[in-house]
């Protein structure tokens, strides 16, 4: 069982970043590919982008490519998601989400085993 949870999100005005992060409870963090995923009110939720277990191959939604950036710190047991230049589409509850055996090209919403309870971006025009 792998506990996971967000932090960093707020009301931010648009056109300023914000960095998101999440914690993992595991001692075999790097094993897993880790993906952000968000949901706007009345909406499904979408990916936003992923990170391998070395941190070496990521992935992005079109939306958010050259704007968010995901990392991790294996050390710190930790992903991050730098989110520049934010827009108030970006408003949404954003989840953070592992599993051990997907790439992340193939990371869904349907596929990850784990997940964490979000954390609340608001981004205001």
């Known amino acids: 069982q792998v506990q996971l949870v967000e932090s960093g999100g707020g009301l931010v005005q648009a056109g300023v970043s914000l960095r998101l992060s999440c914690a993992a409870s595991?001692?075999?963090?790097?094993?897993?590919?880790m993906g952000w995923f968000r949901q706007a009110p009345g909406k499904e939720r979408e990916f936003v982008a992923a990170i391998s277990g070395s941190g070496l191959i990521t992935y992005y939604a079109d939306s958010v490519k050259g704007r968010f950036t995901v990392s991790r710190d294996n050390a710190k047991n930790t992903v991050y998601l730098q989110m520049n230049r934010l827009r108030p589409v970006d408003t949404a509850v954003y989840y953070c989400?592992?599993?051990?055996?997907?790439?992340?090209?193939?990371?869904?919403?349907?596929?990850?085993?784990?997940w964490g309870k979000g954390t609340l971006v608001t981004v205001s025009s």
């Open positions: 989400a592992a599993d051990s055996g997907l790439t992340p090209n193939a990371v869904s919403a349907n596929a990850m085993d784990y």
């Open positions: 595991t001692r075999t963090f790097s094993a897993y590919t």
